[in-house]
């Protein structure tokens, strides 16, 4: 099962590469009214089943502790897509750049 980082605050020129995907199974997301644009924008071309809005993904502290707690939300989950979307800088606050839509193994967190 990939796990699918989105920033939605950078430009994401290689977004198109991500609609080859059959469609996304759970998607996680901060709640904020960028996120809702992106995914909307990104729905046209990948279908999603399930959507969690979570707030603590809008803010920076204890990024690490937030990454391990939403990838316990799906542990369970076998087979399917997943996608997160935040901002640059909580990817940034968990060591990752996510200029550019990128992967995670299944147990990164």
């Known amino acids: 099962m990939p796990v699918i980082l989105v920033s939605c605050d950078t430009e994401n020129t290689k977004l198109h590469e991500l609609f080859d995907m059959?469609?996304?199974?759970?998607?996680?997301?901060?709640?904020?009214?960028?996120?809702?644009?992106?995914?909307?924008?990104?729905?046209?071309?990948?279908?999603?089943?399930?959507?969690?809005?979570?707030?603590?993904?809008?803010?920076?502290?204890?990024?690490?502790?937030?990454?391990?707690?939403?990838?316990?939300?799906?542990?369970?989950?076998?087979?399917?897509?997943?996608?997160?979307i935040s901002h640059q800088s909580f990817f940034q606050s968990v060591g990752l750049d996510v200029t550019e839509w990128q992967p995670l193994a299944f147990q990164s967190f």
């Open 22 to 84: 059959d469609k996304f199974d759970y998607v996680y997301m901060e709640n904020t009214e960028e996120a809702e644009d992106f995914l909307d924008a990104l729905s046209c071309y990948v279908p999603h089943d399930h959507v969690y809005y979570l707030s603590d993904l809008k803010t920076d502290v204890f990024a690490v502790e937030k990454m391990k707690s939403l990838f316990r939300r799906f542990d369970h989950v076998k087979t399917g897509n997943v996608l997160i």
